[in-house]
């Protein structure tokens, strides 16, 4: 059976903003039995179409869903596991964790410090910018999340500064394909965990500065900049109201650079191996992310200028009813690909589970087929 | 000091000079023990007269015991005659200056290890922005410290361009002294 806290596909109706369309193109989409069939290959999912998404896999596959149970906590047993619910007990021979991997903003607790008159939100609870006050807002974090609001309440008409840290820059379609066909096509998706080079790093790193529109737009930092949003380097310190950004703000330019175009690098000789030359446009390669003459180090948070902080620091699992020994130091779940250390114990839909791909919603395919052959062998 | 990122390239080798196996060795026994990851380094100081001073370091605190560099080093401080001193030594901030290049030179050679690239020289000219107004008090708009720093490197290596753009980057992300730089830190001043 399939525990669900709220409704089907709950986080995705309850937990995202208003804007928020994925990132995977809908070809890219694909789930188990359930190929894109729509009119719309190249265009990403709103909100309440993801959802739509998931409640067809869950009618298709007919999964025994229990919606509006929250699993309170998970035991070991002599046999496999008891999982109480705030619906009853429920003993099980094993259990598959699929509660995400972002399930509370990573707010730093350098927050602590920000002035009382700023208010404080996080992309879990932000919805419109209506929502927030007029004036400045200091958006903490450029992945995927970051930039998008950034640009959203810059064209609301809020003087934005974006504090960046290391970053994923992407330009969205490369050679006329999107950027996310090319990794899919060329293999990166495929790299299993245990052929990463620090699977540690890959785990954690940020989603990369990718937008769904229709219009396929590139939503770099120079981008960003061309609407008027002031770049700054990480936030370091909040002191006397004062927020103190790192001055090396041009290297996490230049390490972004550098990993784009040795990306890019990559794709080329994979289409000349792949004989795929003829089938994309000609190689392209993009401006250098623009340093600003002399970026700003610290800003007051005080002055009323800035009105509001958006904390696009991420998130991370929240594994409280989790009763077993399976995390580590960090409080991140022990697993090899998926299987948990605790037996009968395994976990799905976490990044870089067993490949890259497994980031991704389409990842589950092949990462449920792995893991539920060993949990059946587990079963016997 | 640097610790490099793991991505040695395949089929290249290098000698630069640096143990890599030992600082990647020294990575995962220290991801286990945090403990042990703790240095305190010290530096300790005697007025001589005027602006000059001496500075000396010797010991330094690591792995969980008192450690000593195999010889005492002193330095002279002191500042240039256009501050009307008589420059027994270089000036405190220009210190900063060597201790950021030293870390940056040293984080390149590490990385290009790491990176199985042979380089055959490195130079670095690093140039610090300084408004003396404001430790002169003559205008408490001008900060302190400087205004910026620029560090131009010169390599040659057997490597790309795109490959050495990406040494220097690499040893940036992963120095302390441009950490120390770039960051705040938390400064506490005592009298015993």
Redesign the interface.
């Known amino acids: 059976m399939v525990l669900e806290r709220g409704q089907v596909a709950n986080s995705w109706r309850t937990e995202r903003w208003d804007s928020l369309r994925l990132l995977t193109p809908n070809w890219l989409n694909r789930l188990p039995g359930l190929p894109y069939d729509g009119p719309d290959p190249d265009g990403y999912l709103a909100m309440g179409e993801v959802v739509a998404l998931v409640e067809r896999l869950a009618s298709v596959t007919a999964a025994p869903v229990r919606t509006e149970t929250a699993v309170t906590s998970v035991r070991r047993t002599d046999g496999g596991y008891r999982v109480t619910t705030d619906a009853g007990e429920i003993e099980a021979g094993t259990v598959v964790v699929a509660s995400g991997a972002f399930n509370r903003p990573a707010v730093p607790p350098l927050a602590a410090a920000v002035p009382a008159s700023v208010l404080q939100v996080t992309p879990f609870a932000y919805r419109h910018p209506a929502e927030l006050p007029d004036g400045g807002v200091l958006v903490v974090g450029a992945s995927a999340s970051g930039v998008q609001l950034a640009a959203e309440l810059a064209r609301s008409g809020r003087p934005v500064t974006l504090s960046v840290g ?1 970053h994923v820059r992407m330009p969205r379609t490369y050679r006329g394909r999107d950027v996310l066909w090319w990794m899919d096509a060329s293999g990166v998706w495929d790299e299993r965990f245990d052929q990463v ?2 699977l540690d ?1 890959a785990r954690r790193l940020p989603s990369p500065q990718l937008v769904g529109t229709p219009a396929r737009a590139t939503l770099d930092l120079n981008a960003l900049a061309d609407l008027g949003v002031e770049l700054v ?2 936030l ?2 909040v ?1 006397d109201g004062k927020a ?1 950004f ?3 703000l041009a ?1 996490v330019f ?2 972004a650079d ?1 990993k784009l ?2 990306l890019l690098d990559a794709f080329d000789s994979w289409a000349v191996g792949a004989g795929v030359e003829d089938e994309v446009g000609p190689p392209e390669r993009f401006a250098p992310t623009r340093v600003p003459a ?1 970026p700003r180090w610290q800003l007051d948070l005080g002055s009323g200028a800035i009105r509001t902080v958006l904390w696009a620091t991420g998130g991370r699992p929240d594994y409280s009813w989790l009763d077993v020994d399976v995390l580590d130091a960090k409080g991140r779940l022990r697993h090899e690909g998926g299987v948990v250390d605790s037996p009968g114990l395994y976990a799905l839909g976490l990044p870089v589970l067993r490949r890259r791909r497994s980031t991704f919603l389409h990842g589950i395919d092949d990462d449920a087929r792995a893991v539920v052959e060993h949990l059946a062998g587990h079963l016997g | 000091m640097t610790v490099t ?3 040695q390239q395949d089929g290249r080798t290098a000698d630069n000079g640096v143990d890599v196996e030992a600082l990647l060795g020294a990575r995962e026994v220290l991801k286990g023990a945090p403990e042990a990851a703790q240095f305190t380094w010290r530096a300790t100081s005697t007025w001589t007269h005027g602006v000059h001073s001496t500075s000396s370091i010797e010991n330094y605190f690591g792995l969980g015991e008192e450690q000593h560099h195999k010889t005492r080093t002193t330095f002279d401080i002191d500042h240039p005659e256009v501050f009307a001193a008589p420059d027994n030594g270089i000036t405190p901030i220009e210190f900063l200056l060597v201790g950021l290049a030293g870390c940056l030179t040293a984080g390149v050679a590490s990385v290009a290890q790491n990176r199985g690239i042979q380089l055959r020289s490195v130079e670095a000219t690093v140039e610090g922005e300084h408004d003396i107004r404001g430790i002169l008090g003559a205008d408490p708009d001008v900060r302190n410290g400087f205004n ?2 620029k560090v131009t490197f010169h390599i040659d290596a057997d490597a790309s361009k ?1 490959e050495i ?2 040494l ?3 040893s ?2 992963r120095s302390a002294v ?2 120390a ?4 830190t938390n400064v506490s001043v005592e009298v015993a």
């Open positions: 290391e080079d620090d790093r380097g990480r370091a310190m002191r103190l790192s001055g090396g290297n230049a390490l550098l175009e040795r002399s | 990122e793991n991505s910026d720093v795109q753009e990406a220097v980057a690499q940036q992300k441009f950490d730089l770039t960051n705040p």
